[in-house]
């Protein structure tokens, strides 16, 4: 079993930034994937980006080159930096793990709300 944190969502400026985090905790070596989902109501979740065990990342090309995932080992944390936000980027944001990262995700957060205004 595997515990997922997220917080740092909140409201934003278009063109401001955030950094949202991930505290996890449980059985998490066993998956060696981590990543951000989001979702708006009435749409699909969206990939935002990964982070495998070697610290190689993705990312979904609405994002490459604003937002950046990494993880703090030592403080068992995920970080999404998120850069030039715009209201595109309004979703509830989601940590997750996978046992590798092309598979689907097999452990989700609550969520964390993030909102750009305009």
């Known amino acids: 079993e595997v515990q997922l944190a997220e917080s740092g969502g909140g409201l934003v400026q278009s063109g401001g930034s955030l950094r949202l985090s991930c505290a996890y905790s449980g059985a998490v070596y066993s998956n060696l994937c981590m990543g951000w989902f989001r979702q708006v109501p009435g749409k699909e979740r969206e990939k935002v980006a990964t982070i495998d065990d070697g610290g190689s990342t993705t990312y979904a090309d609405s994002v490459k080159g604003r937002f950046t995932i990494s993880q703090d080992y030592p403080k068992n944390t995920l970080y999404l930096q998120m850069d030039n936000l715009t209201p595109d980027d309004t979703a509830m944001y989601y940590c997750?793990?996978?046992?590798?990262?092309?598979?689907?995700?097999?452990?989700w957060g609550q969520g964390t709300q993030v909102t750009v205004a305009a």
């Open positions: 997750t793990t996978m046992r590798v990262c092309q598979l689907a995700p097999n452990f």
